[in-house]
C-alpha cells in the first residue's frame, strides 16, 4: 500500500486549500485515517481523525475551518481547509491504518507530506 498526498501549495490568508491522500494498491480494509501536520521547528501534530462512523477534529485552532471527507471506495481522503491563517503554515501529513487482508494486522501507512504555507 501506497499514500500519495497532493493538493499543498502557497495561498494567502483567507484562502482555501484542498489536500488529497490517496492509497494505492490492492484492496485493504480499512480502521481510521488521520491528517497530521508539522509547523517548522515544532513537532508533529495530529488534527483530524476519520473512522466509518466518526470525524474528530483534534486542534481547536481548525474546528470551523477544516473538514474531513473521503471517497466512497475510501481510497481518498480529503482535508478541506478554509479561512486559512499563517499559522496553519506546515507539512501535512496523511496516515492510514489499515490492512490487507482479514488475517494481517492493521498497520500504519504514511504519505510523503505537502507543503502548506499560508501567506499573510
Known amino acids: 500500500v501506497q499514500l500519495q498526498a497532493s493538493g499543498g501549495g502557497l495561498v494567502q490568508a483567507g484562502g482555501s486549500l484542498r489536500l488529497s491522500c490517496a492509497a494505492s494498491?490492492?484492496?485493504?480494509?480499512?480502521?481510521?485515517m488521520s491528517w497530521y501536520r508539522q509547523a517548522p521547528g515544532k513537532q508533529r501534530e495530529l488534527v483530524a481523525t476519520?473512522?466509518?462512523?466518526?470525524?474528530?477534529i483534534h486542534q481547536d485552532s481548525v474546528k470551523g475551518r477544516f473538514t474531513v471527507s473521503r471517497t466512497n471506495a475510501k481510497g481518498t481522503v480529503y482535508l478541506q481547509m478554509n479561512s486559512l491563517k499563517p499559522e496553519d503554515t506546515a507539512v501535512y501529513y496523511c496516515k492510514f491504518n489499515l490492512r490487507e487482508s482479514w488475517s494481517d494486522p492493521y498497520t500504519n501507512y504514511w504519505g510523503q507530506g505537502t507543503q502548506v504555507t499560508v501567506s499573510s
Open positions: 476519520m473512522t466509518d462512523t466518526s470525524t474528530i
Open positions: 494498491g490492492s484492496s485493504f480494509n480499512f480502521n481510521y
